[in-house]
């Protein structure tokens, strides 16, 4: 039984459409010109774990620091080594500028560059440490690649790929998101770092105070392919990470260790090999051929990451590896 009818014409839906149209399209306006006028802060979207991570060391990349040792490499290089510690075995201040393995050489690059020039004549020697499962990737993740570079240019990331990307792009969402919300409201961390630090803005003081280090929290069953290799797409990448060493300044270069299941019967040989070639893309003054290729598996987190308690013998291995050799 029909109890009602309804009629209707497109005009009538029209006064229903253009009120929520007309505040989209001043939000954006608003988000948009805000931004082009310079009267929106900059972008600073520390959103999630990465990211925060990213903009943390982006900005500490270009702050004043009495550091003469510059760690660089990928999130083996964050998470395995203490710069305090080794900051007090080598008896000269250390920063810790690792990242993570979305990222190459060319973006390790763009760091050092920025560290050199908030910090001339400053920058005695750089380490830059990967784990073998970072050099077999073909290039830097196009995501992490261009929060990277977005934020060192100081524009607004955008994910364009997607309708809905485009769209937030468009409305002026990701400038709210990037500009003010991550500003002015605190992130959530998910996982043991959330449970650790609580929020993005507590991770950034913790990595602050540890010197650019963060242990890693998680766990995650130790699984990998041990068919390490050097990808050839990598050589490039090595080369500008050369270019940006400013002179004067000693390079020296090591892989992070690989847990010993996950290692293969010719993984010696293998190691040497990357190494050596890896170290004559970039130039380096020296391989650090002294340090553990592999260790205990009970000594990692997860595959290229070791658990906090296994890092203080892994970060005293570096310390011995560059005594002697740096000034």
């Known amino acids: ?52 991570i990213l903009i943390h060391q982006a900005d500490a990349s270009r702050q004043s620091n009495a550091a003469s040792l510059l760690l660089l490499g990928d999130s083996s290089c964050l998470m395995n080594v203490a710069a305090r510690q080794l900051t007090a075995e080598l008896r000269q201040t250390v920063l810790n500028l690792g990242t993570l393995s979305y990222l190459d050489a ?26 073998p499962e970072a050099l077999r990737r073909t290039g830097a993740e196009s995501f992490h690649l261009a929060i990277f570079t977005n934020y060192l240019a100081g524009t607004d990331h955008h994910r364009r790929e997607s309708v809905t990307g485009q769209f937030n792009a468009w409305s002026g969402l990701d400038i709210c998101q990037g500009r003010l919300v ?21 991770l950034e003081k913790f990595l602050t105070w540890s010197q650019g280090s963060l242990p890693e929290l998680d766990s995650a069953p130790l699984v990998g392919s041990a068919e390490y290799r050097l990808a050839a797409s990598l050589e490039n990448g090595a080369r500008q990470f050369k270019a940006a060493l400013p002179p004067g ?23 040497a090999e990357i190494l050596r ?13 002294n340090l553990p290729a592999t260790l205990p598996n009970e000594n990692f987190a997860r595959s290229t990451h070791l658990r906090p308690q296994a890092v203080p013998d892994y970060t005293t291995a570096l310390a011995k590896s560059l005594a002697g050799q740096i000034d």
């Open 1 to 52: 039984m029909k109890s009602h009818t309804y009629e209707f014409s497109p005009s009538d839906l029209l006064p229903l459409l253009v009120s929520p149209l007309l505040v989209v399209a001043g939000f954006a306006l608003a988000m948009h010109g805000g931004a082009r006028m310079g009267l929106l802060p900059a972008p600073r979207p520390t959103l999630d774990t990465d990211r925060t």
């Open 106 to 131: 060319d973006a390790h690059g763009r760091l050092l560059r920025e560290y050199a020039a908030a910090n001339p004549g400053r920058l005695r020697t750089v380490v830059l440490l990967m784990h």
């Open 182 to 202: 991550a500003r002015f409201r605190q992130t959530p961390l998910a996982g043991r770092l959330g449970r650790q630090h609580g929020f993005s803005r507590d």
């Open 249 to 271: 300044v000693k390079l020296f270069v090591g892989l992070t260790p690989v847990p010993e299941q996950l290692a293969g019967r010719d993984f010696a040989v293998t190691h």
């Open 277 to 289: 070639r890896w170290g004559a893309w970039l130039g380096a003054d020296a391989v650090l051929t």
